[in-house]
Nanobody, 121 residues
Framework: QVQLVESGGGLVQPGGSLRLSCAAS????????MSWYRQAPGQEREEERE????????????NYAGSVKGRFTISRDNAKNTVYLQLTSLTPEDTAVYYC??????????WGQGTQVTVSS
């Protein structure tokens, strides 16, 4: 059974930092592309989720949305089956539910339940 469990969200002031974690199980983590997406308040449809960052080739390659490049960093620990997202220089526009996703060797997609990040003074 595939599981993706996010943690690390919370309330942070503008300019602050957070580190999100996503613990994975039930598939071959090291061979899977791992990504983070986010869904801002008021966006109800899954199609409105915004790509944030991806980690490919076991972590050798990464990709970022322009809005977070230079502020967010995706990393992974294949020994722990965990992917991380370090968020820095946060602004209120970063407020969203952050989702961890996986695409396995068979191109099957899995999603976690999400973790809330709120940036507010």
């Amino acid at each position: 059974q595939v599981q993706l469990v996010e943690s690390g969200g919370g309330l942070v002031q503008p300019g602050g930092s957070l580190r999100l974690s996503c613990a994975a199980s039930g598939f071959t983590f090291s061979r899977s592309a791992m990504s983070w997406y986010r869904q801002a308040p008021g966006q109800e449809r899954e199609e409105e989720r915004e790509f944030v960052a991806s980690s490919f080739s076991g972590g050798a390659r990464t990709n970022y949305a322009g809005s977070v490049k230079g502020r967010f960093t995706i990393s992974r620990d294949n020994a722990k089956n965990t992917v991380y997202l370090q968020l820095t220089s946060l602004t209120p526009e970063d407020t969203a539910v952050y989702y961890c996703t996986a695409r396995d060797e068979g191109d099957r997609d899995y999603w976690g339940q999400g973790t809330q990040v709120t940036v507010s003074s």
